[in-house]
């Protein structure tokens, strides 16, 4: 766990959310303190601390503020707001917070994390419980877990206790006793990293990977589809796009323009990642074009929503390296394009996928959202990219963008991340997302819309798709009429003498109420070879 001095680091970042929300002292009850037990920390000392001196937190102890059990109710009793990181049930406080972190006491936070990663979870529970007034509200966050690093997913939901503290506070502080409320996840918790082997046995087999394998992203593309079917059907034809040993191809979606298909996707370099977006063209027969780079930035470019408008085509790159979010126009589709808006200024968004309906245009994307109103994560993986979910809507595609008041709207590692464009099925709106949990694009969940406002998105688990075999997972759904494209990811050898490039396994299973056919819900292998451009 990550300390500042003797304090965890999340702990001092909680003080200062209440700080800036509050204005005067409270306190923290239960901080777990390295080597003794320190159950108090008055708030008011949180700005004497300097950050950069580990010396700051160490001066606390020796003055005697962490104080033990028998001064809690007095000291809390005298707060404007009590944050409980320990069992605060019998506590007699008007106003507190109480932090659970899967129905434990937060204070084992480290303890919890390490529990979860050895039953194969790639989630926890972080819960927070607001009593004021007399009355009782809860909020319960699903985070996001690094299944190979307990430090990494410790630090991670350290950093989102803090978020979820200061998400609460900034609209209940002095305002209002509601606590903002979200709907539950459409997704059941069930474990999907598979928990042989311990957390040591999966740290060891990711550093084996990364010393002699690449981590491969390809996809596959299939064209008239059978428009009922979520899934294709056995015999479907398709073809399959695999990059050279040292790139990625990934995040692909389709637009038919006349008899062509066109294909746009992210090209990485695995040396030096920064995306661009490329693009390929598929007629009838089945014959593709070469990839062509037909959008390319200072900064890295990835998940290319394209889509028609009124005529005219648009794309939506994810920019979320350079801080913003900016639509772009065809000025001679597919090959030249110019930026005709920016949407989002100053936000760090994942995957930003549009949609429309009669209440206007809406957005969703995962991420922080306004990077200049949140709390910092500063360990290498920022977790809000993977489990957070922002919904901003405007009643113009190129202008007047608004966040939800609710934002985060959910957080949730299994749904929150965008997975392509939304679509049709049965008079229905289906929105692919990722699930998340453990690792990045573990598997795809479709999720039936039943209703989408300023107040909130109601959904229900309808598919997955997930990897099967030696196929990892698979982080994309992009279907647009009778035509879909997914990709999935693989460890591939470096040198590439042991063929690595082994045919793809699917596993596609339907949750929703009519039973599976055996064509909607299997497992599938490629019954032909993958095709290397």
Known sequence: MTRQGDYPRW?????????????????????????????????????????????????????????????????????????????ARDFEQEDSIELRADGEPACHLAVVVERALQRGSGSIDLEAIWRHRGRTDRLTWRCALKDHSIARSVDAAAARLA???????????????????????????????????????????????????????????????????????????????????????????????????????????????KGCIVCVSIDASGHC????????????????????????????????????LVLYRARKFPFEWEPVADLLQQVRLADATLHRNHAGWWLTASGVGQSGGSVCDESPYDMRLYDTLHVYHSSALTSGWQP????????????????????????????????CRGRYGRAVHLLAVESISMQGINERLLATLGGGGRTNCVHTYSRVGGDLAIDWNVWRFRSDLFRSRVDPAFEFHRHDAVKSRRDDSAVERAARPWRRL
């Open 11 to 87: 702990v001092l970042t909680i003080a200062e959310v209440l700080r800036e929300v509050f204005a005067v002292d409270g306190v923290i009850v239960g901080v777990p303190v390295e080597g003794r037990a320190a159950p108090l920390f008055p708030l008011g000392l949180a700005g004497l601390l300097d950050s950069a001196r580990n010396a700051g937190a160490c001066s606390l102890l020796r003055a005697g503020y962490a104080r033990d059990l028998g001064h809690i109710e007095d000291d809390a009793r005298n707060a404007l707001v009590c944050v409980a990181l320990t069992d």
């Open 163 to 273: 978020d979820l503290v200061g998400h609460i506070a900034r609209r209940v502080g002095g305002q209002t006793s509601e606590v903002p409320r979200v709907g539950s996840s459409p997704v059941p918790d069930m474990p999907l990293a598979a928990a042989r082997g311990g957390n040591l046995g999966r740290a060891l087999r990711h550093m084996a990977h990364r010393l002699t394998a690449h981590d491969q992203w390809a996809f596959r593309v299939y064209q008239n589809l059978v428009p009922d079917h979520l899934w294709p059907t056995a015999g479907s034809q398709f073809i399959d796009f695999v990059p050279p040993i040292d790139k990625i191809w990934a995040d692909p979606f389709v637009a038919r323009d006349g008899d062509l298909l066109w294909v746009f996707f992210e090209e990485d370099s695995i040396k030096s990642p």
């Open 289 to 324: 074009s070469e990839p062509v780079v037909v959008l390319e930035d200072s900064s890295h470019l990835s998940y290319p929503q394209v889509f028609k408008c009124d005529g005219k085509w648009y794309m939506l790159p994810e920019s979320g390296a350079r801080g913003d």
């Open 404 to 435: 939800m008041s609710l934002n985060p709207l959910r957080v949730d590692a299994a749904t929150s991340r965008p997975a392509g464009p939304w679509f049709q099925w049965q008079g229905q709106w289906i929105r692919p997302v990722q699930d």
